[in-house]
């Protein structure tokens, strides 16, 4: 059972470069989310989407783009980045109704320097 | 807005004893969800138990139990007869029925003693 897959798990990237965080779900969910954890900060909401050609920004989104690729891949993108996108990042599905839990991603553990 | 607030940074509890994380929240939407994750030092989210807005009685899973005090919007997390892998990080959330998003409170490291 993969459940929610993420990858790469381990990124280091120089000031300036772009990359792409990929998730992908098999759980047929319709709502799919991306976080990103701080030290002290718990969880923050990045980008969600509700279903299948939505996204909504959540507390966090300046510096980061998603696309909605289809109803299994939510993708995170960092046009260019920054030192302050040190995180460990977090993909995360749920059925759309509001009062299930979400499943999470392994993680993303990146580093900008 | 919604809002989560986790007021306890870090706990103690002795193996076998009982504890309590705090967790409070804020919402005008009368349906909700209330959840609480684990995150050991692995890094995993463990989901481990959810309560309704709409619940008449408070959850329990195994020796998890949510303390759900409607009028004073608060969620406790009790784990009874605690075990040296309950070590984590814990994690209350919330999701509006109106408002997709899940949210997340800054989390508790329990530190459970032998």
């Known amino acids: 059972n993969a459940g929610v897959t993420q990858t790469p798990k381990f990124q280091v990237l120089k000031t300036g470069q772009s990359m792409t965080l990929q998730c992908a779900q098999d759980m047929n969910h319709n709502s799919m989310y991306w976080y990103r954890q701080d030290p002290g900060m718990g969880l923050r909401l990045i980008y969600y989407?509700?279903?299948?050609?939505?996204?909504d920004k959540g507390e966090v989104p300046n510096g980061y783009n998603v696309s909605r690729l289809n109803k299994r891949e939510f993708s995170l993108r960092l046009e260019s980045a920054a030192p302050s996108q040190t995180s460990v990042y977090f993909c995360?599905?749920?059925?759309?109704?509001?009062?299930?839990?979400?499943?999470f991603g392994q993680g993303t553990r990146l580093t900008v320097v | 807005a919604q809002k989560i607030t986790q007021t306890q940074p870090g706990m103690f509890v002795q193996e076998k004893e009982a504890v309590t994380l705090d967790c409070t929240y804020d919402t005008s939407d009368p349906s909700y969800g209330l959840f609480w994750y684990k995150q050991p030092s692995s890094g995993e989210m463990i989901f481990l138990i959810y309560q309704g807005s709409y619940d008449q009685q408070n959850a329990t899973e195994g020796r998890y139990s949510l303390n759900f005090q409607k009028a004073r919007k608060s969620a406790n997390l009790v784990i009874s007869a605690s075990q040296l892998g309950d070590s984590a990080m814990y994690f209350c959330?919330?999701?509006?029925?109106?408002?997709?998003?899940?949210?997340f409170g800054a989390g508790t490291r329990l530190t459970v003693k032998p």
């Open positions: 989407s509700a279903s299948e050609g939505t996204t």
């Open positions: 995360a599905s749920s059925e759309w109704t509001g009062l299930l839990e979400a499943f």
């Open positions: 959330a919330m999701r509006e029925i109106n408002n997709n998003d899940m949210r």
